[in-house]
């Protein structure tokens, strides 16, 4: 059952997401749909915040038809800026064939205008961890109270692959 939790975070901004929250002094705990999001104490007074994403296996065979969001729109007059990003694939028992590239976008935009891009993460067949920073597309724009999205832009993997992978972003909340 989805609740709705307003959470007072550290730097004093409060937000609201849709789903099971639990807090302790480790931080935060979120669950949407079948995603967790972990968001680090530290982290939040600095401004910085972390989120966590597992992709089940199932998700990833329909992640070009079904985009998964991994941060909620901040507002009006507030952008999203990803400041790093790492990804762990696990689970591996056979890569995936076609539609490898994984990768994150505002919701709105078009997927050429991607943010971050993750090349042939879904064809690799041994466990693997990989931290990155945003260069990957200098051209994009930030776009004004926007959710950010995780895709595969050219076609659904389908089932020809297994297992699961998990993406992190490091991200701060910018005025306009």
């Known amino acids: 059952m989805a609740t709705d939790r307003s959470i007072k975070q550290y730097n004093q901004t409060t937000t609201t997401e849709t789903g099971s929250a639990v807090a302790d002094k480790d ?3 979120l669950q949407r749909g079948s995603g967790y999001f972990f968001i680090d104490p530290v982290d939040l007074r600095l401004g910085i915040q972390k989120v ?3 992709i089940t296996e199932a998700e990833i065979e329909a992640l070009n038809t079904t985009e998964i969001e991994i941060i909620s729109a901040p507002g009006a007059g507030k952008y999203i ?3 790093s990003h790492s990804y762990l694939v696990r689970e591996v028992g056979s890569a995936y064939t076609s539609n490898t590239n994984v990768r994150c976008k505002y919701s709105t935009d078009i997927d050429a205008n991607y943010l971050i891009t993750w090349n042939a993460i879904l064809a690799l067949t041994a466990k693997t961890i990989k931290d990155g920073d945003t ?3 200098p051209a994009r724009e930030w776009i004004e109270d926007d959710a950010v999205n995780v895709f ?9 692959g297994t297992g699961s992978i998990i993406i992190t972003l490091f991200y701060r909340i910018v005025d306009a």
């Open 27 to 29: 931080g935060i705990l």
């Open 52 to 54: 966590t994403l597992t």
């Open 81 to 83: 800026q990803i400041l």
């Open 135 to 137: 260069s990957a597309n």
């Open 152 to 160: 595969v832009p050219t076609g659904d993997p389908g089932a020809a």
